[in-house]
């Protein structure tokens, strides 16, 4: 069993290693001047890092959940504690079959691509983008606040901590009215609040992942 989750804590470990390469941020305000002063051209790059952001993140994350969950549930077992978090065991299970499931990649390169040839998949895929990290943003400050309890009850961490989701609620609808109605100006700030809003939501979960890692490595 020691072995066991000597390879889980492994696994871990390079899932959240992972977020170098797949949560990319830029800075907002330059990706907007670029895209302005090279007519569109610039954001077609930005539109695909974003996509590609969001799949590489999705998917990460998938993996983090799956296998510090697994690692949970090796140590509470070891211990005789599976009863203990119950509870936020069952609640963790829905959380992950739905983080799963929401995990499968759009594909960055065949957005760009149709963005490319139709123009408008290129706001259709902004609101991929944008409902894709708020609904993820949710599912995961869930996730992070029962692991936090689990951990806590454990005696794994310290006090439980509670996440919060820090995407901003925003109105699809409401940016592609405006966007067409200012012949694509408005589309300038769109593509700011996608580079941000994305940006604060990996550069939050630092902590968070770090805080599970910590409290499941060494124990």
């Not at 592609?176 to 809003?197: A, H, K, Q, R």
């Not at 994305?198 to 770090?210: I, R, T």
């Amino acid at each position: 069993m020691e072995q066991q989750q000597a390879g889980l804590v492994q696994n871990l470990f390079y899932f959240i290693q992972e977020r170098i390469p797949s949560d990319w941020t830029t800075d907002p305000g330059m990706a907007v001047l670029f895209s302005f002063f090279t007519c569109g051209i610039y954001g077609l790059y930005i539109f695909y890092k974003l996509m590609e952001r969001r799949d590489g993140h999705l998917a990460r994350v998938a993996n983090v959940v799956g296998t510090s969950m697994a690692l949970l549930r090796e140590k509470a077992q070891a211990a005789d504690q599976t009863d203990l978090i119950s509870q936020e065991l069952a609640q963790i299970d829905i959380l992950q079959r739905q983080i799963y499931d929401q995990s499968r990649e759009r594909g960055a390169v065949l957005w760009l691509v149709l963005g490319i040839f139709t123009g408008i998949a290129i706001w259709i895929g902004y609101y991929f983008i944008m409902d894709d990290m708020a609904k993820h943003d949710e599912l995961e400050a869930r996730f992070f606040t029962l692991a936090s309890a689990a951990l806590a009850k454990m005696g794994l961490a310290g006090q439980a901590g509670a996440a919060a989701p820090n995407m901003p609620d925003r109105n699809f609808a409401l940016y592609l009215l405006l966007s067409l109605f200012t012949c694509g100006i408005f589309s300038f700030y769109w593509l700011y609040v996608l580079v941000e809003d994305g940006n604060q939501h990996v550069e939050a979960q630092v902590q968070w992942e770090d805080f599970i890692y910590s409290a499941l490595a060494t124990a």
